[in-house]
């Protein structure tokens, strides 16, 4: 049986924390934060993203946690990290 949503968003929350990561798992909106202040929310089945504290600020990270080793989350989250004005240009 594949992963469920639920059981991703508790693997790597736990694994984040392992690695150093500042982690609210028991909150409306669990969140994991990094020593920088970059900080990932866990809603229902999605990721966000933000460089402060506030969930309205967040942004869609558009990740699959399930499946989704903890590195690779974190080289998401790394890239997600950074800003990326190539994104905003127009064609």
Known sequence: MSETYQKARSRLLSE?????????ADLKIP????????RVWFKSQAVY?????DFSDARSMFLETRGVSTDKFIAAADWWSKDHPELLQST
């Not at 993203?49 to 504290?53: M, N, R």
């Open 16 to 24: 984040l924390k392992a690695k150093g990561w500042k982690v609210s």
């Open 31 to 38: 969140h994991a934060t990094r020593e920088d202040g970059f």
């Open 49 to 53: 993203y933000s460089k402060g504290t």
